[in-house]
């Protein structure tokens, strides 16, 4: 009996209706739910994803020098500059000073026009990243291996890859033929330039 009357109440058109309605809107929120996010969405959730806008310098040897390589500067969320790269044609097991200089021109065979090395804030030249004072541009030396090549990597903290006053855009990389003894100044005795590279904005 009981059985009987729901059947009748739930034949009923006016329950139908509410029961149809109520299908299409558990449908229609279901569908919202599951739809593909917007364009927006996207870019909001895949901002800084990919790979970071990069810097690159690709080193030329000067007149009578071999070295050669390329050096690419990254970015880092947190502040500063990633500094990765190879160079290649130094002297086997051999130490080299390593520095960004002021000018972006390599333009004489020499690597002169480059002139001194970046030094924004005035300081005496040292090591780098040393409690002493230095050069922005003071960069770590370079290490060749037996077969006479350099690996970079490290971080800066206190570079930018922008033409502001910390920026290293449009400024030079040079390779030295000494090493650098952090203590003559401005230079650090590292000898001549064995190669020049304009640091430039890349993909």
């Known amino acids: 009996m009981l059985a009987s009357r729901l059947a009748t109440l739930f034949s009923r058109p006016v329950v139908t209706g509410l029961s149809l309605a109520a299908l299409l809107f558990v449908t229609a929120c279901s569908s919202t739910n599951t739809a593909a996010p917007s364009a927006a969405e996207t870019a909001a959730s895949t901002a800084g994803a990919g790979k970071s806008v990069q810097s690159i310098a690709r080193l030329e040897a000067t007149k009578g020098s071999s070295v050669s390589g390329t ?14 790269g190879r160079v290649e044609g130094l002297a086997p097991n051999t130490e080299h000073g390593f520095h960004i200089h002021e000018k972006g021109d390599c333009s004489s065979g020499d690597g002169l026009s480059a002139g001194g090395h970046f030094n924004p804030t005035q300081q005496a030249h040292g090591k780098f990243n040393a409690s002493q ?32 006053a910390n920026g290293i855009l449009g400024r030079s990389l040079i390779v030295h033929n000494d090493p650098d003894d952090f203590t003559t100044q401005p230079t650090g005795n590292s000898g001549a330039r064995l190669a020049c590279a304009v640091i430039e904005r890349g993909a």
Do not use: C, Y
């Open 71 to 84: 050096v690419q500067f990254f970015p880092l969320t947190e502040g500063g500059v990633r500094i990765q």
């Open 133 to 164: 004072p230095h050069h922005l541009g003071d960069l770590p030396s370079l290490d060749a291996d037996p077969q006479g090549v350099a690996i970079i990597d490290f971080v800066s903290k206190d570079l930018a890859l922008n033409r502001g």
